[in-house]
Structure formats: structure tokens, C-alpha cells
């Protein structure tokens, strides 16, 4: 795992933008997995400037979705399902059908993530996963002590992630279970960008890298993963 600080939110974010862009560069049929989150936000909204500005054709991509809220609908502002939509795929004008995200409103949430595993599976796998890491270290929603080993499946959230996934919602909502692609899919991919800005995500970006490896602080996992990259800035870093 390489490490990647920069001294503030707006230059981690044309980093990782333009770590995405060489990723497309050199595959125009790659398959991305990005997360949702505030921490990813800008890098997208950068992201979607270059390739506009740079008429970088992105017809051949597939996006794969990383997780979803069960029982939130798409049209809710705070599902990972809008938040795709209006950051990346509308302002990119994306072929729907190269869009694949978990349904979590299915009445099979099983088969749900049966046919995101296969539908990977007939991609060949993940080209670039980006994903956040939440205050409790969770990547998607493999949350502290969840098996290593797991495909696309039912989550139960953990009472952090539950009270923090408030702030994407401006209702009150009942959270308690998640869809989201496995430790096993990040393991797999065959690059890996991990996130983490401001002063709120210190501790827990201390403890992905000081911590012993292991799923109780599943972003510690990076560690392990061949090609993977954490990109972050001062504040979260801990520099003075
Ligand atoms: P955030 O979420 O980017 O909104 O801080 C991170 C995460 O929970 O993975």
C-alpha cells in the first residue's frame, strides 16, 4: 500500500480525479466501483470536468454499484442510488446500461446480491474500487468483525455507521441493514483507492495504519491488498 498526503481537500481530490482518469486511460472498458459519501465528492465532481473538458470517451465503463441502504428508495437524496446518478452518471450522460447498483428495495435482497456477484463475475472482476473510510473503519458496509471472506450480502449496520448515515438524510430515517460488495471484492480489485479528509477521520486513519490487520478495523485490510493507494490530506493525517 502506497500512502498519498496532500495539504488539503481540494488537492486529495484532483489526485484521486486523476488517478481515476489514468485508470480509464489505460482501459476503456474498465469496470469502477465508487463509493458514495461527502469525502469522494469533490474528486467526482472534478473527475466529471476532465472528461467533459478532455473528451474522454467512457462509453465502454461499467459501474458497479459498492453499497446501498435497505429499504431507502432511489429517489430519496440520501440513497448511494441518487447520489451516483446526480454526481457521475447524469452530468456524464451514462448507458444505463452500464449502470449496476443494488436494488435494496427487492423483496430478495439474497438474490439481489447473488446477481451482483455474478454480474461482476461476468465482467471480469473490478478494475478500480474507491472507497471512504467510515468512523468506525468500515469499508462499504463491511462494518468491524464481519468475515473476510464474503461476496455482495446483507449487512447489519453497526449503531455508528447508523447514527453518522443521519447526516445524508434530511428526514429521520430507520436504518439497520445495507447491501454491499464484500472484503472479498475489495481484496480482488485490481486497484484499490482509499479516502479520508479532515480532522473528524484522524483517529480512525491512525488506526488504518497503526493497527494490527485485521476486520475488526476493516480498513486496516488495505494494508494487505498489492496495488492500493490511500490518499488523504494534512488534517486527517495527523501532520502538524
Ligand atoms: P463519508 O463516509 O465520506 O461521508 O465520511 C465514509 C464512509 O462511511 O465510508
Redesign the pocket.
Known amino acids: 500500500m502506497n500512502c498519498s498526503v496532500h495539504s488539503d481537500y481540494h488537492q486529495m481530490s484532483e489526485f484521486a480525479a486523476n488517478e481515476i482518469l489514468s485508470v480509464l486511460a489505460a482501459n476503456p472498458k474498465a469496470t469502477l466501483c465508487l ?7 469533490l474528486t467526482y465532481q472534478l473527475l466529471v470536468e476532465k472528461i467533459i473538458r478532455q473528451k474522454i470517451k467512457i462509453s465502454q465503463i461499467h459501474f458497479v454499484g459498492l453499497d446501498e441502504w435497505v429499504g431507502v428508495p432511489h429517489t430519496n437524496p440520501g440513497s448511494c442510488h441518487y447520489f451516483l446518478h446526480k454526481n457521475i452518471f447524469t452530468p456524464l450522460n451514462v448507458n444505463l446500461k452500464n449502470i449496476h447498483l443494488f436494488d435494496a428495495l427487492s423483496a430478495n435482497l439474497a438474490d439481489e446480491c447473488k446477481k451482483m456477484n455474478e454480474l461482476i463475475d461476468r465482467l471480469q472482476g473490478i478494475d478500480l474500487m474507491l ?5 468506525n473503519g ?3 458496509f463491511n462494518e468491524p468483525g464481519d468475515a473476510e471472506n464474503n461476496f455482495a450480502h446483507i449487512s447489519q449496520l453497526d449503531p455508528l ?1 447508523i447514527e ?2 443521519q ?2 438524510f434530511t428526514e429521520t430515517i430507520h436504518l439497520q441493514k445495507g447491501l454491499t460488495l464484500g472484503l472479498a471484492h475489495f481484496y480482488a480489485a485490481r486497484k484499490v483507492m482509499m ?2 479528509n ?1 480532522i ?2 484522524k483517529e480512525i486513519v491512525k488506526k488504518t495504519l497503526e493497527y494490527p490487520i485485521s476486520t475488526q478495523v476493516p480498513a486496516t485490510l488495505i494494508r494487505k491488498h498489492q496495488n492500493a493507494i490511500l490518499i488523504i490530506d494534512k488534517d486527517a493525517s495527523g501532520q502538524e
Not at 35 to 41: E, F, I, Q, R
Not at 131 to 135: F, K, L
Request: glycine fraction near 24%; avoid cysteine; proline fraction near 4%.
Open positions: 463509493a458514495t459519501g461527502d469525502t469522494p465528492l472507497v471512504g473510510i467510515g468512523r468500515h469499508i462499504g455507521t453518522v448515515g447526516k445524508y479516502m479520508a479532515g473528524k477521520k
